[in-house]
């Protein structure tokens, strides 16, 4: 469903990549959460955000891609099955809706946000901050949604082929692994809640990171990322909780 900008900034397009295959849990994209399903948060939260005009799922399943219109997304193409696979990773993903758009006549989009279906609890403002963090760094390659990290890898070790352990970071520092936590660098762990992405970093630089990365912040509580069944509990326990921040789905009547 396209949308005019607000007129503040360039309109980006919001991509959400969902395949039909799922091991852990399957259909995941469409298993209900908290009476909706999983998609359709993520739908929603393009939606909600002003600096977007165009919601578009990329799917290879005819299961989802109803679940997604019916939630308000458009899906103008099925992805191939070769881009669906278990090891297919994103980038090629997002360069085939690029191209298909392209060839299709339809004027590319300055900034891409995805937005994964796995991390559904999203506050209502955190898509136009991640397009304002972006904007506001001509520099940047693109945004991508962090929290503290729950371990930090200076007291982490990897094995080696002798047998011995040794510590997987030090940058200098003196055993770190010995140091209080308190002394030790941030580290920040991402999440699936948003990566916003120029669209010239994908076809240009051929990535959806690039080479400058800034950060959006987001509250640890909310970062559910939804693998196992289990995972839809812990999220439909905070979303019981009535939380007003947060992003709900509605269906398109009919």
Not at 48 to 76: C, K, L
Not at 82 to 99: I, K, N, S, W
Not at 104 to 121: F, I, K
Not at 124 to 146: F, I
């Amino acid at each position: 469903m396209s949308k005019q900008s607000d007129g503040r900034r360039a309109p980006a397009l919001v991509l959400i990549p969902a395949r039909g295959g799922s091991k852990s849990v399957p259909h995941k994209n469409v298993r209900p959460l908290a009476g909706h399903p999983l998609i359709a948060y993520a739908i929603a939260a393009g939606l909600a955000a002003r600096g977007v005009n165009r919601v578009i799922v990329s799917t290879d399943d005819e299961e989802i891609a109803r679940v997604a219109r019916r939630y308000g997304a458009e899906v103008p193409f099925l992805r191939p099955a070769d881009l669906a696979g278990d090891e297919t990773p994103d980038l090629p993903v997002f360069e085939h809706a690029l191209r298909w758009l392209q060839d299709q006549g339809d004027d590319a989009p300055e900034v891409v946000v995805q937005l994964r279906p796995t991390s559904p609890l999203r506050p209502k403002e955190l898509v136009d901050q991640g397009l304002a963090v972006l904007a506001a760094h001509p520099d940047g390659d693109s945004v991508r949604a962090v929290i503290p990290a729950g371990q930090n890898p200076y007291k982490m070790w990897r094995p080696m082929e002798d047998g011995r352990i040794v510590p997987l970071l030090g940058n200098g520092l003196h055993e770190p692994y010995n140091m209080p936590r308190q002394l030790l660098p941030e580290t920040l762990w991402q999440t699936g809640h948003l990566d916003v992405i120029r669209t010239s970093t994908i076809l240009g630089k051929h990535s959806l990171t690039g080479d400058r990365v800034y950060p959006v912040r987001v509250h640890p509580e909310y970062a559910v990322d939804i693998d196992v069944v289990r995972d839809f509990e812990r999220a439909e326990a905070l979303l019981r909780e009535g939380r007003p921040d947060l992003v709900l789905p509605t269906a398109l009547s009919g």
